[in-house]
């Protein structure tokens, strides 16, 4: 039995015209669970739910505390009526926002569920009043990690969903009920929030669709799937229709924020298949990520055409086709960065290299006259502040304003002289690259040049390795 799992956003939960257009395809997608994050009725997140619950968490001052909850209450009292349900089963929730203005025996984490323990509610009821049988399930109050980071205790927390899930979904299923999981999963010591960041609702979705053995993960977004580049810095963009996991942990790492980072790690552990599907449904600009190449819907084409070539494996032909279109997948950027390069060797820079991991880098290069190692602007603070750094400040330079450029794609995997492609590409535009970087993987290429050349130099290579 196909099953599907709808991740909705803040954003989709808080515009009515959205949420209709989500309602009108649950025909196409039989057994369907939904995940929902706290609701945001504007495009600045510092006014959504989750960042007033933090700020009534934080604030000690009393006025401040009935100030805000009344904003809270207010928020989902006119998205209620705008989507005409009824409040009555939201009165639990605001009771309990009331509660905390009052006293501080609630964890962080408590405080912050309660949006999306209200975004559940108002999807439920919304679905009632379309003719659909929905039942709100809330699992912030069921399960408590102790551990500091939720995916060091994952295994455990993935079998007692799959134990718990399993009947649980099949049984709301089986009597025509679409269930609507709040998107605040668990609570853990170190608060969801500052162990996971501000897209815990995406993985929350990812281990519920695991643990149920989702046909595919639904992502839905106002923007749509993912594009070849940053539209605001590249013209004429366009749709990727599919990615690999891969790609889209590259994608993510370098600038695009296509899954939250722990989402694909944990898709691409699990053999999740995702797809970000535009809500705008006209538009139709659906971007489908597997865990496997065996698996993409072009696949279908392919073999027809593989026929024909049977000399060679499978997965050789898709390969051989990917190098004859000498395509990337996409191209993205990151600016404000700084080189670091440290002029010593032996034993001390054995010193200067595990400090430098400890912290964390973006790209770190190493031989035996130096190591040279590209920061942002929090990890290069932390770097300065090593006592080693102070001790040995003639021995390093600092060049600013870099931007990284990185080239996606699984076609280079063997492709010989690519790199070399690129940097002809990069020089007939007269831009220096101060730095190139490959990993073992193949799938991508990483660039620093100047931030003053980033602009001219993504529009170059999309131009010639996409268009």
């Known amino acids: 039995m196909s099953k599907f799992v709808h991740k909705l956003g803040g954003s989709i939960m808080g515009n009515p015209q959205l949420l209709k257009n989500i309602i009108t395809q649950i025909p196409k997608y039989k057994n369907s669970v939904f995940v929902v994050s706290a609701v945001n009725t504007s495009i600045d997140k510092s006014i959504g739910t989750t960042s007033l619950l933090t700020r009534l968490y934080e604030t000690n001052n009393l006025f401040e505390k009935k100030e805000i909850c009344n904003k809270i209450i207010c928020i989902h009292e006119k998205l209620s009526d705008k989507l005409e349900i009824n409040i009555d089963n939201l009165q639990y929730n605001f009771n309990k926002i009331l509660k905390i203005s009052q006293q501080h025996t609630y964890?962080?984490?408590?405080?912050?569920?309660?949006?999306?323990?209200?975004?559940?509610?108002?999807?439920?009821?919304?679905?009632?009043?379309?003719?659909?049988?929905?039942?709100?399930?809330?699992?912030?109050?069921?399960?408590?990690?102790?551990?500091?980071?939720?995916?060091e205790n994952r295994k455990n927390l993935i079998n007692s969903f799959k134990n718990h899930n399993l009947l649980l979904i099949q049984n709301y299923h089986n009597n025509s009920i679409i269930p609507v999981y709040s998107g605040f999963l668990e609570t853990i010591n170190e608060n969801m929030i500052n162990t996971m960041g501000r897209g815990y609702?995406?993985?929350?979705?990812?281990?519920?669709?695991?643990?149920?053995?989702?046909?595919?993960?639904?992502?839905?977004?106002?923007?749509?799937?993912?594009?070849?580049?940053?539209?605001h810095k590249i013209n004429n963009v366009q749709l990727i229709k599919n990615l690999s996991i891969d790609e889209a942990i590259q994608l993510t790492t370098f600038g695009n924020e296509t899954l939250h980072q722990l989402t694909s790690e944990f898709a691409k552990d699990n053999m999740l298949n995702i797809s970000i599907n535009d809500v705008i449904i006209d538009r139709k600009y659906n971007t489908d990520i597997y865990y496997n190449i065996g698996t993409y819907e072009q696949d279908i084409i392919d073999k027809k055409i593989y026929i024909d070539n049977e000399s060679l494996s499978f997965e050789s032909f898709i390969h051989q086709k990917s190098i004859k279109d000498k395509k990337f997948k996409a191209i993205c950027s990151k600016k404000d960065l700084d080189i670091i390069h440290v002029n010593i060797s032996g034993e001390l820079q054995k010193k200067f290299i595990n400090n430098f991991i400890d912290i964390g880098t973006i790209i770190l290069t190493t031989n035996n006259a130096g190591t040279s190692i590209l920061v942002d602007n929090i990890m290069k603070r932390k770097i300065l502040e090593l006592e080693i750094m102070k001790k040995n400040r003639d021995h390093f330079k600092i060049k600013s304003n870099k931007s990284i450029i990185c080239c996606i794609g699984d076609s280079m995997k063997g492709y010989i002289g690519i790199a070399g492609e690129i940097m002809k590409t990069l020089s007939n535009q007269n831009i220096n690259i101060e730095m190139i970087y490959q990993e073992s993987t193949e799938n991508n290429i990483m660039i620093v040049v100047s931030s003053l050349d980033e602009i001219n130099a993504i529009e170059s290579l999309h131009k010639k390795f996409i268009l």
């Open 107 to 151: 964890t962080k984490d408590h405080v912050l569920s309660i949006g999306e323990s209200l975004a559940s509610d108002i999807m439920c009821d919304f679905l009632i009043k379309n003719g659909f049988n929905s039942i709100s399930v809330k699992y912030s109050e069921k399960y408590h990690i102790d551990n500091l980071h939720i995916y």
């Open 201 to 231: 609702t995406d993985t929350t979705g990812a281990i519920i669709a695991n643990s149920i053995s989702a046909s595919k993960y639904i992502i839905w977004k106002e923007t749509g799937g993912v594009f070849s580049g940053h539209p």
